[in-house]
C-alpha cells in the first residue's frame, strides 16, 4: 500500500512539474511576441516622432525615460506588493484584472494620440470610405475635404478589428490566387496581365471577394490607387448585387476612377497625408511580367 502510494505521488509530481514547464514555456512565448510587436510599434512610433530631428536623439530618450520610469515602477511594485500581500485570493485577482484593464485602456488612448501621416490599409479604408460617401451626397469632387491625420487616429481600429464590414478587399494576392477566385477565362488573363503591365496593378472581382494583384515595380502611390479603384468597385457592387456576377462593371469603374482619383489625391494632400508612404497590409506576392 505504501509503495502504491509512493508510485501515485510520484507519477503525480511528474505530471504536475511537466504542466507548470508547459505553462511557463507558453507564457514565455507570449511574452516574446509581445515583445516582437513591441519593438516593432516603437520603431514606427519613434521615426514619426523623429520627423525633421535625429533618429539617434529620439532613441537615446526613450532609453533614458525607460530607465526611469523602470526604476520606479520597481519601487512602486515593492510598496505595492507589501500592502496586498494579506489581501484573499479573489480580492487580489479582482485587483490584477481591473489594473491590467486599466493599463489596456490607457495605451489605446495613447495610440489614438499618435498622428501617422501615412496611409495603411485601416486608414486607407477609411479616408476611402469618407472621400466616397461625400461624392454620394452630393459634395463637389474638388472640394472634398478627407479626414486628416489626427482625426482618423481616433477612428482607427487598434485591437486587430477590421473596420470593414462588407466585401473583403484583398491586397498582394497571387496572379494564380486572382485569375482562380475571379475565374477569368484565356482573354480576361491576358487583358489582366496587360494591366499589371501598364497600371502597375489589376483589381478583380470574385463572388466573395475583390482582390488586388500588385507589380514588382509598383510605387506606393501605384498601391494607394490600387485600394481606391477596389473601394470604388466594392461601392458600386453593393449598390447593385446583380453586377457581382458580371464583368462589365469594370468598365464604368475604370472611368470613375480615372476621373475621381486626381480630386482624392489633391484631397489628400490638403489634409496632410502622404501618399508616397503608404503601406498596405498584404500577401505577400508581386507580380513579374516577362515579355518574349
Not at 485570493?89 to 493599463?103: E, R
Not at 486607407?124 to 487616429?153: N, T, W, Y
Not at 490566387?177 to 494591366?195: F, G, P
Request: proline share 1%; glycine share 6%.
Amino acid at each position: 500500500m505504501v509503495n502504491t502510494f509512493h508510485i501515485i505521488h510520484t507519477f503525480s509530481k511528474f505530471y504536475a512539474d511537466r504542466i507548470l514547464l508547459s505553462t511557463k514555456g507558453f507564457a514565455n512565448v507570449c511574452k516574446a511576441m509581445c515583445g516582437v510587436a513591441a519593438g516593432a510599434c516603437n520603431g514606427a512610433i519613434n521615426l514619426h516622432w523623429s520627423d525633421g530631428s535625429d533618429i539617434s536623439d529620439i532613441n537615446a530618450k526613450f532609453g533614458a525615460q525607460h530607465t526611469v520610469t523602470g526604476s520606479l515602477g520597481l519601487i512602486f511594485a515593492a510598496v505595492f506588493a507589501r500592502s496586498v500581500s494579506t489581501m484573499n485570493s479573489q480580492s487580489l485577482w479582482s485587483l490584477y484584472f481591473l489594473l491590467t484593464a486599466i493599463h489596456i485602456f490607457g495605451n489605446v488612448k495613447c495610440l489614438q494620440l499618435v498622428s501617422f501621416d501615412y496611409l495603411n490599409t485601416d486608414r486607407m479604408a477609411i479616408v476611402c470610405d469618407g472621400f466616397l460617401e461625400r461624392i454620394q451626397r452630393g459634395e463637389d469632387a474638388e472640394k472634398v475635404v478627407v479626414d486628416d491625420p489626427k482625426s482618423v487616429s481616433f477612428q482607427e481600429p487598434l485591437l486587430f478589428v477590421s473596420s470593414r464590414k462588407s466585401l473583403p478587399i484583398r491586397v498582394g494576392v497571387s496572379f494564380d490566387s486572382l485569375v482562380s477566385l475571379c475565374e477569368m477565362d484565356n482573354d480576361a488573363i491576358q487583358q489582366a496581365a496587360k494591366d499589371i503591365e501598364d497600371d502597375k496593378y489589376v483589381v478583380g472581382l470574385g463572388k466573395e471577394c475583390i482582390s488586388i494583384s500588385i507589380s514588382e515595380s509598383a510605387s506606393s502611390i501605384d498601391r494607394a490607387k490600387a485600394y481606391f479603384y477596389a473601394t470604388v468597385l466594392e461601392k458600386v457592387v453593393l449598390m447593385d448585387e446583380s453586377l457581382k456576377m458580371t464583368s462589365i462593371v469594370h468598365d464604368a469603374v475604370e472611368d470613375v476612377v480615372q476621373r475621381l482619383w486626381p480630386h482624392f489625391e489633391r484631397s489628400a494632400q490638403r489634409a496632410n497625408w502622404d501618399l508616397s508612404k503608404t503601406e498596405l497590409s498584404t500577401e505577400g506576392y508581386e507580380v513579374s511580367i516577362n515579355g518574349t
